[in-house]
């Protein structure tokens, strides 16, 4: 299930280049601190969603995805502090953070789907 399931899952493709843009976004970024909080939280995302549908049961599928929309907020609210820090472009932290928002709303779905299924 998992490895093709994976690949059809628009929450995954975009939580993945979500953490590509956030690598983009800060590669410049001289506060390492920073920038290695932003770009791990990023990288949970999808991290956690194929973790989760490498699981046997619906329980523990649910409880990565949790962590992955977790994450989502975790990233959302770095790149707000980064935006008020200076270290992040308003425009382009806006954005992501709205389409980590969007992952967030997409992994809930599949979070409701799967507890349909217990």
């Not at 506060?31 to 956690?48: E, I, K, M, P, W």
Request: proline share 0%; aromatic share 8%.
């Amino acid at each position: 299930m998992a490895f093709e399931a994976l690949l059809k899952l628009d929450a995954w493709r975009r939580a993945c280049r979500l953490a590509v843009e956030i690598f983009d976004l800060t590669d410049q970024c001289r506060h390492f601190a920073y920038r290695d909080q932003v770009t791990r939280s990023a990288l949970s995302v999808a991290s956690n969603i194929a973790e989760g549908y490498e699981r046997d049961t619906q329980k523990d599928r649910i409880r990565f995805l949790y962590t992955a929309k977790g994450s989502c907020a975790e990233c959302w609210t770095q790149l707000l502090i980064g935006m008020e820090a200076g270290l992040v472009e308003r425009d382009k932290g806006r954005r992501l953070v709205d389409e980590a928002q969007q992952v967030a709303r997409l992994i809930s779905g599949l979070i409701r789907s799967f507890q349909k299924q217990i």
